[in-house]
C-alpha cells in the first residue's frame, strides 16, 4: 500500500475516475445532440472499464515530468540510477498505446454501427434517431372477417410513422414475413432496428380499441404502452396521435411541418374508410382474384365518395400495379395516373400518389426528369416509403447514375430487409455494375428469403452468362423455362450460348403470345437485329413499360445497341 501511494497509483486512480466521469457527461450530451441511440453509451462504458487497468500500469511504471516521461524511481535505489526510459520501456509503451487505440476505434466502430446509429443515419441521408419496425396487429374481434382491420390499421401506422423524418421505418413486407420464431433481440438484429410496436385490436359494432405497447429490442423492457377507444370514424386521426406519442416517447422533437402532418385529420366517411380498408387488404394478397375484387371496392368508394383523397389513392395504387406487372393491363398506367391526379388535388400530403404519378411518367410517359422530381416529393412526404426508393433506382440505372442507382437499391434494402424482389433486383444493380461478386452473394441471399424465386434465378444466370460461364447460367435459367414470361431467359441465354435451334422451338411458342418485350430480348440475343427491331417498334407503340430498358438496359440487347436505328430510338426518350 506503501509502495502504492509513493508511485502515485492512487493519484492516478482518481484522476482517471474524475476523467471517466467527464468523457460519461460529453458523451451522454453528445450522444443526444448528434441523435444516436442512448444504447450506445454501454461501449463506451465497456472502454472505460477496460482501459482501467492500463491507466493502472502506467501509474505504477511511469511519472510525467517536466523532462517527459520517466520511469518511477524504484523504492531501493541510488540517487544515480538513471530513470530514462530504456528500450523495454518503449515496447511497454508502444504496446500501452497500440491497445489504447484498439480499444478506442473499436468503441467508435460499435457506436457507429448500433442500430439508429451513424452508420444508418448517413446511409439513409438523414438525422435519423430511431428505427422502428410495428410487427402486424393481432385481430382480437369476436368476427373473424374483421382481420382486415388490423391488417389496415397496421398498415396506417407505418405510414404515418413514415411521416417523421426521424424515423427508419422498416417496410410491411419484412414485419409479415419475420420468421415467428425470432426473438425481440433477433428482430433488432436482422432487420436493423432498435424499437418494436406491437398492437391488438377489437372492434365491436362501431366501437375499436386499439392497444399499442413500444419495446426496446436491446433490453427487451416496454418502453410506453397506451390503449385507445375509438368510434370507427376517428380511426384516421389516431394513426397520427399514436406515432406523436410514440415520438415523445422515444424523446424525437417533430419538426412543425410533422406536426401538421400528423394532426391532419380530414373529412372521412366512415363507410369509405372501411371500403378502402378491405380493398387494401385484398391488393396486400398479391393474387389475380384479390386485385380484382379490390378494384371493384375502390371503384365503389370513389363512385360513392369522390372526395375521398384515400380511396383514389389506393385506386392508383391498384391501376399502378396492374400496370406494372409482367403482363402489364393496357390502359392502366393513364388510369392511375388521372386516380393520383385526383388524390393530391384532394390531399398533396400523400405520398403513395405521387409515387403513382412518378411511375406513369418513368413506365409510361417516359419523361424522365419530371419522374425523378415526383419521386422525390413522395420521398420527401414519406422518406421511409421504400416503393420510390425502389423505383428511383431503377430510374438511376436507366440514365446510367449507377452510384446513385446502388445507393438507393441498398437503402431500399434497409427499409425492406425480407423482401426478396428488392433483394433480387439489387443484385441486377450490382451486375450491371460489373460487381460480380456482390451480385452472386445478394442472389443467392434472395434464395435464401424464397427458393425459386424467379427474378433470383434470372440474376444469378446472367451474371455468370457475362462471366462466360454458360453451362452455370443455363443451370439457373433453366428453372424459369416453364414460368409465364420468364421462359424467355432460357431461350435468351441459350441463344447466346450458340445453342440456336433450341432457343427458336421456343420462340415458336412466344411468337404466338405476341409479347413484344420478350421477343426483342430473344431476337436480339440470337443476333437477328432485323426481328429484334420489328418487335422493339411494337413496344414502343404499345407503350410496354420496360421499352426504354430495352434500348439502354437489358443486357440482350447490348450487341445492337449501335444500330443507328436503335440509338435514334434512344435519342427520341433523352436517353
Request: hydrophobic residues 45%; proline residues 4%.
Amino acid at each position: 500500500m506503501v509502495e502504492m501511494r509513493r508511485r502515485h497509483v492512487f493519484r492516478v486512480t482518481g484522476i482517471y475516475i474524475v476523467a471517466a466521469w467527464v468523457i460519461l457527461q460529453v458523451c451522454d450530451l453528445a450522444f443526444e445532440s448528434f441523435g444516436l441511440p442512448s444504447q450506445a453509451m454501454r461501449f463506451v462504458w465497456l472502454a472505460l472499464v477496460v482501459l482501467f487497468p492500463l491507466a493502472i500500469i502506467w501509474g505504477w511504471r511511469y511519472d510525467i515530468t517536466s523532462r517527459g516521461i520517466v520511469r518511477t524511481l524504484p523504492a531501493a535505489t541510488t540517487e544515480t540510477t538513471t530513470l530514462a526510459l530504456r528500450a523495454p520501456d518503449f515496447v511497454i509503451i508502444s504496446a500501452l498505446a497500440a491497445i489504447v487505440l484498439f480499444v478506442v476505434t473499436a468503441t467508435v466502430n460499435q457506436i457507429v454501427h448500433t442500430p439508429g446509429g451513424l452508420d444508418q443515419r448517413h446511409s439513409l441521408g438523414r438525422n435519423v434517431l430511431s428505427s422502428i419496425v410495428v410487427l402486424p396487429f393481432e385481430s382480437l374481434s369476436a368476427d373473424a372477417s374483421q382481420g382486415y382491420l388490423a391488417a389496415g390499421l397496421h398498415d396506417a401506422l407505418i405510414a404515418s410513422l413514415a411521416k417523421v423524418k426521424a424515423f427508419k421505418v422498416i417496410s410491411r413486407t419484412s414485419s409479415l414475413r419475420m420468421p415467428p420464431t425470432w426473438t425481440i433481440p433477433e428482430i433488432g438484429k436482422q432487420l436493423g432496428v432498435d424499437k418494436i410496436i406491437e398492437g391488438t385490436v377489437t372492434r365491436d359494432e362501431d366501437t375499436v380499441r386499439v392497444s399499442i405497447q413500444l419495446i426496446d429490442t436491446e433490453r427487451e423492457d416496454h418502453i410506453w404502452s397506451e390503449t385507445y377507444v375509438r368510434s370507427f370514424d376517428s380511426l384516421v386521426a389516431l394513426q397520427g396521435e399514436i406515432a406523436t406519442a410514440v415520438a415523445s416517447a422515444v424523446q424525437v422533437r417533430l419538426t412543425p411541418e410533422e406536426q401538421r402532418r400528423l394532426a391532419s385529420r380530414g373529412e372521412v366517411n366512415p363507410q369509405t374508410y372501411d371500403t378502402y380498408l378491405r380493398a387494401m387488404y385484398r391488393i396486400r394478397r398479391e393474387t389475380r382474384q384479390g386485385m380484382r375484387e379490390a378494384m371493384d371496392l375502390l371503384m365503389d368508394a370513389v363512385e360513392n365518395d369522390p372526395t375521398s383523397a384515400l380511396a383514389w389513392a389506393g385506386l392508383a395504387y391498384g391501376y399502378g400495379e396492374l400496370g406494372h406487372s409482367p403482363f402489364p393491363e393496357k390502359g392502366a398506367y393513364p388510369r392511375a395516373k388521372a386516380a393520383a391526379d385526383r388524390a393530391i388535388e384532394l390531399d398533396p400530403n400523400l405520398a403513395e400518389a405521387h409515387l403513382a404519378v412518378a411511375m406513369y411518367q418513368t413506365y409510361y410517359e417516359w419523361d424522365f426528369q419530371t419522374a425523378e422530381k415526383s419521386y422525390q416529393r413522395a420521398i420527401e412526404i414519406n422518406p421511409s416509403l421504400a416503393d420510390a426508393q425502389y423505383h428511383l433506382a431503377w430510374l438511376y440505372e436507366l440514365l446510367e447514375r449507377d452510384e446513385e442507382a446502388i445507393r438507393l437499391g441498398e437503402l431500399t434494402m434497409e427499409l425492406d430487409p425480407l423482401s426478396a424482389l428488392y433483394s433480387a433486383w439489387l443484385a441486377e444493380q450490382y451486375r450491371d455494375a460489373g460487381m460480380y461478386d456482390k451480385a452472386i452473394e445478394t442472389a443467392e441471399a434472395t434464395l435464401q428469403l424464397r427458393p425459386d424465386f424467379p427474378v433470383a434465378n434470372y440474376s444469378l444466370g446472367e451474371t455468370y452468362a457475362e462471366l462466360g460461364d454458360f453451362d452455370r447460367a443455363l443451370e439457373y435459367h433453366e428453372k424459369l423455362k416453364d414460368r409465364p414470361f420468364w421462359s424467355w431467359a432460357f431461350a435468351a441465354t441459350l441463344a447466346s450460348a450458340g445453342r440456336i435451334d433450341e432457343a427458336r422451338e421456343i420462340v415458336g411458342k412466344l411468337e404466338e403470345s405476341g409479347d413484344s418485350m420478350v421477343l426483342v430480348l430473344i431476337y436480339a440475343a440470337s443476333g437477328d437485329y432485323d426481328a429484334a427491331m420489328k418487335w422493339l417498334l411494337q413496344a414502343r407503340d404499345d407503350r410496354i413499360p420496360w421499352y426504354p430498358a430495352l434500348l439502354k438496359w437489358f443486357p440482350q440487347t447490348q450487341g445492337f445497341r449501335d444500330d443507328p436505328r436503335v440509338i435514334a430510338l434512344a435519342e427520341e426518350l433523352g436517353l
